[in-house]
């Protein structure tokens, strides 16, 4: 396997700092099962809808069809009162304990669990502040935005689990971080700071190990997935999320912490004025995305962390062009044509990223998979 450096748009600057959006009008929670009736007093973390909790306070204003990751949903509208009022529940800190971590992402994060289940002892536990697709910089700025707390968080893991070896992973292109990491990881001898390339396939596990040329039994997380532990233990709010939104028509990107089940509408009409209609909106990356098929119905979820606003091309039919681009950027040796070891993909998209005739080759090896 192979890592690629890709080409990127420099006109796209990457912003220096985060910007927050945590007050909008409505916010639309998925909604197969109410739990509250119509004008209902709502409060802030309450489950109103299935086993989704209101990111604000306000009163239950009605339903709404909305987009949930292009999935159309019945959803349940709350009306913002912007007094981020909750029910007295006193919020307890967990001791970082093995025990506390697993009972703590049983209850909250059944994903991140498998990564913990079963295991007293790491070799090694390698955090890393990388973002694959081009454009998208959360993890960073999570990294930017919680670097005491993580550090210190990745100190106690490494003691409770025993790790001879701990590393956190930062792209040596970003320097508004470097410095600051190199100015608290002193606190901390144990952990390696590590300066890494820009390049393609370093946020997956297996490529990342191979890069430091770590063996044994080693804990990956991004700092996204160690500041959900980190809020999980602490019992902090967990309301809000990352979002990098980019727009290669204005050449602008911006980091933003927005309210959860927002309106993605709302946040652009804030954000991006967008002068032309020959243009594209994705979700979640270039490489790995989809595209949004309606913006006015399209809600912030948990799992969106990107999005993508790209001027759409001079329209042409896709074509290929024979140029072998697709076979020769593959880091595992896929033919895309012809399906050859397609056993090897690793779905990341770089074969229709990099084609010049516009070919949809990802969906192309998908028919070859089935």
Not at 197 to 218: A, C, H
Not at 331 to 346: E, F, M, R, T, Y
């Amino acid at each position: 396997m192979k890592l690629i450096s890709l080409e990127k748009d420099p006109n796209i600057k990457i912003p220096k700092d985060i910007i927050y959006y945590l007050n909008p009008d409505y916010i639309f929670l998925p909604g197969e099962n109410i739990h509250v009736k119509q004008d209902e007093i709502i409060y802030k973390n309450m489950y109103a809808a299935g086993n989704y909790k209101s990111s604000v306070s306000g009163i239950a204003y009605g339903m709404k069809k909305c987009l949930i990751t292009n999935s159309w949903q019945d959803c349940l509208v709350i009306k913002n009162d912007f007094r981020e009022v909750e029910k007295k529940e006193k919020r307890t800190k967990k001791k970082v304990t093995i025990k506390n971590i697993l009972s703590s992402l049983e209850r909250e994060d059944q994903v991140l669990l498998e990564k913990f289940k079963s295991q007293t002892k790491f070799d090694n536990i390698i955090i890393t502040a990388l973002n694959d697709e081009p454009y998208v910089y959360n993890n960073i700025f999570i990294l930017k935005e919680n670097i005491s707390e993580l550090l210190e968080l990745l100190d106690e893991l490494s003691f409770i689990y025993k790790s001879d070896k701990n590393y956190l992973v930062v792209k040596n292109v970003d320097t508004l971080i470097i410095n600051e990491c190199l100015n608290v990881i002193g606190t901390y001898p144990n952990i390696n700071l590590t300066l890494v390339n820009d390049e393609y396939l370093l946020e997956r596990k297996e490529f990342i190990e191979d890069k430091l040329q770590v063996n044994g039994n080693t804990l990956y997380l991004t700092t996204t997935e160690l500041l959900n532990l980190n809020n999980y233990l602490q019992d902090k709010d967990n309301t809000t999320l990352l979002l990098t939104l980019t727009n290669n028509i204005i050449g602008e990107s911006k980091i933003i912490r927005v309210k959860k089940y927002t309106l993605l509408s709302d946040i652009l009409d804030n954000y991006f004025k967008i002068n032309t209609d020959n243009y594209q909106v994705i979700a979640n990356g270039l490489m790995q995305g989809y595209e949004i098929t309606s913006l006015t119905n399209f809600i912030i979820t948990d799992d969106i962390f990107a999005i993508n606003i790209i001027n759409l091309p001079t329209p042409t039919e896709p074509k290929c062009i024979n140029c072998g681009k697709c076979i020769d950027i593959c880091p595992s040796g896929v033919n895309p044509l012809s399906g050859k070891n397609i056993a090897k993909c690793l779905d990341c998209g770089l074969c229709s990223y990099i084609c010049p005739g516009f070919v949809n080759l990802k969906e192309k090896l998908k028919e070859y998979k089935k």
